[in-house]
């Protein structure tokens, strides 16, 4: 009897054995087909149909191939005006963007080159794999613009190479530094002059004669700050500005993504302001794709004088009068 049951037993415990390992085979055959197609699918090169599909992109703008080595992502510069700038434009949407490169990494694609990013930014990006942006946010749209690239570069492993060189931002600074100092003394000239306007009624208690006056007097002021900005940027935009403007923010930075993409043996991520569409692909090697994501502005223009001109105009305006009004303190008699 003993024989017997410890007989059945040794046969259970067999049975159970061969089952389990018959279930961890086929687990192991099921990861191995998982395992194959995801590979497949990771290290299959992205193909412009694929890139269609994905949901951030409103247009492909041009492509010379159906399987792009340089897969361009334009996008529209962050305002980085003054506090006397009136912005219009829409805010910045990366979220279309950040959507893209999200997809492109998790298709392997791990080469990243950005505009703006010069070699001091790659270093510390690939000595820390994270980057701090820093020392570029003169507004709350550009802070959003570059707290989302850090959020893109730190969520994720890339292979940053420069897309920028100091000296264009150099060679930019020196040769717009007379249009800044004047542009600056205008604003400067109209802080003071609304300040001397509003400080003697500081605290007071002012008729509805007396606040139509100084409205009056502050839209006067206000007016003769844009037509002065407006003098200022025809007679400083002269043709010879603009060929060496755009030489140096145009072409250079175009040299600068080229010489970069270069480096890259797989497909390559580049992101550029909107303008680029019109020059960069004369320098690009292998092929390409131009895409536009949702949200990017679609009226891009080759940058002529004219709308180099029109990219440096801007109406100063100061807070709203009322509120001004209220800053100060001052109240108005109620009828």
């Not at 006067?220 to 002065?228: E, Q, T």
Request: with cysteine; glycine share 6%; net charge positive.
């Amino acid at each position: 009897m003993v024989k017997q049951s410890n007989s059945k037993q040794m046969k259970k415990g067999r049975s159970w054995m061969g089952r389990t390992f018959a279930g961890a085979a086929a687990l192991v055959t099921v990861g191995a087909i998982v395992y194959s197609v995801w590979y497949k699918y990771s290290t299959r090169p992205i193909s412009l149909e694929e890139i269609k599909s994905y949901s951030g992109v409103e247009t492909i703008v041009g492509y010379n191939a159906d399987i792009p080595k340089n897969i361009v992502i334009l996008q529209n510069h962050p305002n980085q005006n003054t506090v006397f700038r009136n912005v219009n434009e829409k805010r910045l949407d990366m979220g279309p963007t950040l959507e893209i490169f999200d997809k492109l990494y998790r298709r392997g694609v791990r080469d990243i080159i950005i505009e703006g990013m010069d070699q001091s930014r790659v270093k510390e990006y690939n000595r820390n794999k994270k980057i701090r942006i820093k020392n570029v946010i003169t507004s709350d749209e550009s802070i959003e613009y570059w707290r989302s690239f850090e959020h893109l570069l730190n969520s994720h492993h890339w292979r940053i190479h420069a897309g920028e060189r100091r000296e264009i931002f150099n060679d930019a600074d020196v040769l717009l530094a007379p249009f800044n100092r004047e542009e600056e003394k205008i604003i400067s000239n109209l802080r003071s002059s609304l300040k001397k306007l509003f400080n003697p009624y500081k605290g007071w208690t002012i008729s509805n004669q007396e606040r139509n006056m100084l409205q009056s007097q502050y839209s006067n002021l206000v007016s003769g700050a844009n037509i002065n900005i407006s003098n200022l940027v025809v007679s400083f935009f002269t043709p010879e500005i603009h060929t060496n403007l755009f030489d140096i923010l145009v072409n250079q930075r175009d040299k600068q993504i080229s010489l970069a993409a270069k480096e890259t043996s797989g497909q390559t991520a580049i992101l550029i302001g909107s303008g680029h569409q019109f020059t960069l692909t004369n320098r690009l090697d292998g092929n390409y794709v131009l895409i536009n994501p949702k949200g990017v502005r679609k009226d891009s223009k080759p940058w002529t004088i004219e709308c180099m001109r029109e990219d440096y105009m801007f109406d100063v305006s100061p807070q709203p009068f009322d509120y001004i009004l209220k800053q100060n303190k001052i109240k108005v008699l109620k009828k």
